[in-house]
């Protein structure tokens, strides 16, 4: 399992692997394809978002990267939003899914509110 004692980046990789299940699910059960590889590029790219952020090079690219990872995860809330509509997947799954994907959100928007604040710290040092 991923080696990282940040909440954030754990829930993260969490998601990935039940975003991949759902994605090898809709193309073994149900022979989506097309909306299947959407999915699982923006909500695995949350994640990965947060491994650069982890080694960014300075604040700045730190938030940025942040603010990807937020993104994409809007992006795939917006994706399992298009599935549950189509019917897709149950209600019951997307209730699950859709869930983690707002705690994550909720965990980006204060990472981000904690980000920028350093940075804009930083910024009045150098004045």
Known sequence: MYAD????R???MKFSIRIYNLVKYLIDEKKEFVLSKQILKSGTSIGANL???KCAI???EHLAKLYIS?????ET???LDLLNNINLITEPQFKSIYKDCEEIIKILTSAIKKSKTKVSVKKNETK
Do not use: P, R, T
């Open 5 to 8: 004692n940040n909440v954030l």
């Open 10 to 12: 754990q829930k993260s």
């Open 51 to 53: 491994a650069e952020a």
């Open 58 to 60: 300075s604040d700045a």
């Open 70 to 74: 937020y993104k994409e995860c809007s």
């Open 77 to 79: 809330l917006y994706w």
